[in-house]
């Protein structure tokens, strides 16, 4: 078509379709931005939506108000029985500590006192006359005549009472107490007064015979069991 035959109606229809692929193409923007998240028709559906969702999470934190034990201890007697519990189970826990230390500190003064192979292991005589390693294995007795033996020199037998004493602490450590201060510190599923009750009785008879002597006096109680004279099965909730 020359330019001298575009007339006025063929110039309209141009121009119609020209705006028409002009809104299409905006349509089409609109369209794809809001799939993505970007905008919703007040192209602003981004900020939108955050402004909902923290909105709605402030509503759910009203809702729910504290938590269970935060709840639980809003009860006097039960806020009593938690707190003994947390003061004996600290109290085991650094008796623990310092009974570890001196049991780490016993069985490296022993293994000094050993006699040693070349390659540094240390040896011992058992109740048989052999010649045992640290980790167990018998020496040869070829090998056995060359080893030089102190006169102090720790039996097979007293080495095994040191290593025995340091892994039962370890045990007690992680077992009793590193699961006991897991569920005094659980805030969505407290400890019901009896299950504290008898965490405290098993705190103090599992506990082995070297921390008695780092406890301090008021740390213990007897029988294991707390001065409150009832249990609480389950505190009353307060309302909020």
């Known amino acids: 078509m020359a330019f001298d035959d575009f007339s006025e109606d063929t110039e309209f229809k141009f121009i119609t379709r020209l705006q028409q692929a002009k809104g299409h193409a905006e349509d089409m923007h609109r369209f794809n931005r809001a799939m993505s998240g970007l905008e919703t028709g007040d192209g602003n559906a981004h900020n939108s939506k955050s402004k909902d969702k923290a909105a709605d999470a402030q509503r759910k934190g009203k809702s729910s108000g504290l938590r269970k034990l935060d709840e639980w201890l809003l009860n006097p007697e039960y806020e009593a029985l938690y707190n003994r519990f947390g003061d004996l189970l600290s109290g085991y826990e650094t008796a623990t500590e310092t009974a570890l230390g001196r049991a780490e500190n016993a069985?490296?003064?022993?293994?000094?006192r050993a006699a040693h192979l070349p390659d540094a292991r240390a040896v011992f005589r058992d109740e048989n006359g052999n010649v045992v390693t640290e980790d167990?294995?018998?020496?040869?007795?070829?090998?056995?005549?060359?080893?030089?033996?102190?006169?102090?020199?720790?039996?097979?037998?007293?080495?095994?009472?040191?290593?025995?004493?340091?892994?039962?602490?370890?045990?007690?450590?992680?077992?009793?107490?590193?699961?006991?201060?897991?569920?005094?510190?659980?805030?969505?599923?407290?400890?019901?007064?009896?299950?504290?009750?008898?965490?405290?009785?098993?705190?103090?008879?599992?506990?082995?015979?070297?921390?008695?002597?780092?406890?301090?006096?008021?740390?213990?109680?007897?029988?294991?069991?707390?001065?409150?004279?009832?249990?609480?099965?389950?505190?009353?909730?307060?309302e909020l």
């Open 107 to 112: 069985l490296a003064e022993l293994l000094d």
């Open 136 to 238: 167990g294995s018998i020496i040869d007795p070829e090998t056995a005549v060359a080893i030089q033996w102190p006169d102090d020199a720790p039996t097979y037998k007293d080495y095994l009472k040191r290593k025995q004493d340091l892994d039962e602490l370890r045990r007690y450590q992680i077992d009793v107490l590193g699961e006991a201060r897991e569920r005094y510190e659980n805030p969505d599923d407290p400890m019901t007064a009896e299950e504290i009750e008898q965490r405290m009785k098993e705190i103090q008879e599992q506990a082995p015979q070297q921390i008695e002597a780092e406890l301090k006096p008021d740390e213990v109680v007897n029988d294991g069991q707390s001065k409150i004279a009832f249990s609480i099965q389950q505190p009353p909730l307060s």
